[in-house]
């Protein structure tokens, strides 16, 4: 935090860097710069090389826009700290900040996330019982650069919240700890009415924010937002629910992720083979794919086709010779 950058060979071989990197939307390196100690000083000189613009959306109800700073400048502060606080520095990394030119923000450090999970921390809103490097987590305490109450990842999330961005992701992977922030409004409709629903807690709102991203969830969280009637679908193909599609005016992509059932799928299949005579599997394909909920892969919707069709030749209702599909003569 204080030391000279001629001295930083004695802590080998722990590298306090931290790497400021600028890309362009495509992930191409246009900029970038090495910071080292102290620390306490070139924090602020990373800060100010992130180009916080500002974003101007429509809010509900008024022609006038809000206008709001991309990334508030505590997110920054938080993340950025934390990650020089709570790296494993023997393992010799670096804390590197990459900004990219479409509103996104990624701090990342070497260690694991000593805490079971960023939704425990959340929820728990309260310090952690264990730390990786205590003095010198101390020591930025008495700087003023980081607090442990615990409540800062909480208020990162909250921060995103009340804009309508969306909400801070973290990627554990790899012994690596990396947190994306989204300086920008994704689906403005979508997050606000969202944030209207009576009696939506921040750890609801996090769960369905994962299942926009098309991110899993455990069975025990898919349980919990369907008996709120928050999302529909089977494992791991979740989608929101029509009440959340009424509220966010989001009803035809409900429509497109909504199965109609197998029996309507079935019934399209017998209808086109007892009026044709005959069906290939290319001739279902195309009869079918494009009707099969949108939150399916091509390879999930390809499977899907081939279940029906098996079942379909189970129950005695079509059969197959060579690779032409009838209708069953028993």
């Not at 600028?22 to 924090?43: A, M, Q, R």
């Not at 996330?113 to 921390?121: G, K």
């Not at 952690?128 to 442990?148: G, K």
């Not at 309507?264 to 005579?277: M, N, P, S, V, W």
Request: net charge positive.
């Amino acid at each position: 935090m204080l030391g000279k950058p001629e001295s930083t060979h004695w802590l080998n071989p722990a590298t306090p860097t931290i790497t400021w990197i600028l890309k362009d939307k495509d992930g191409i390196e246009k900029d970038y710069e090495h910071f080292t100690s102290p620390l306490l000083i070139n924090v602020d000189k990373v800060f100010h090389k992130i180009r916080n613009l500002k974003y101007r959306y429509l809010n509900e109800g008024t022609l006038f826009p809000e206008e709001v700073d991309q990334y508030d400048p505590y997110l920054i502060r938080e993340a950025l700290n934390n990650a020089i606080a709570h790296q494993d520095y023997n393992l010799g990394g670096k804390v590197s900040v990459i900004e990219f030119e479409d509103g996104r923000l990624c701090f990342s450090n070497v260690g694991q996330f000593i805490p079971d999970s960023v939704e425990s921390v959340v929820k728990a809103d309260a310090p952690e019982s264990r730390y990786r490097n205590r003095f010198l987590a101390d020591a930025m305490v008495n700087l003023n650069m980081i607090d442990t109450i615990g409540s800062g990842i909480r208020k990162m999330f909250m921060i995103q919240r009340k804009k309508f961005f969306p909400l801070p992701e973290y990627d554990l992977a790899r012994n690596r700890v990396q947190v994306t922030i989204i300086g920008r409004v994704v689906d403005a409709a979508y997050a606000r009415k969202l944030a209207q629903l009576p009696g939506l807690t921040l750890e609801d709102i996090m769960l369905l924010d994962r299942i926009q991203k098309s991110k899993p969830i455990t069975d025990e969280q898919a349980k919990h937002l369907k008996q709120q009637k928050l999302i529909e679908g089977r494992k791991p193909n979740y989608h929101i629910s029509k009440k959340i599609a009424q509220h966010s005016d989001d009803k035809a992509q409900y429509i497109r992720n909504r199965s109609l059932g197998d029996t309507h799928y079935k019934r399209l299949i017998t209808e086109y083979i007892e009026r044709f005579g005959q069906a290939k599997r290319l001739d279902i394909d195309e009869l079918l794919l494009d009707k099969l909920p949108d939150v399916l892969t091509a390879d999930q919707k390809s499977n899907k086709v081939k279940n029906l069709l098996q079942s379909l030749k189970n129950q005695g209702v079509i059969e197959i010779k060579g690779k032409i599909w009838k209708m069953s003569k028993r």
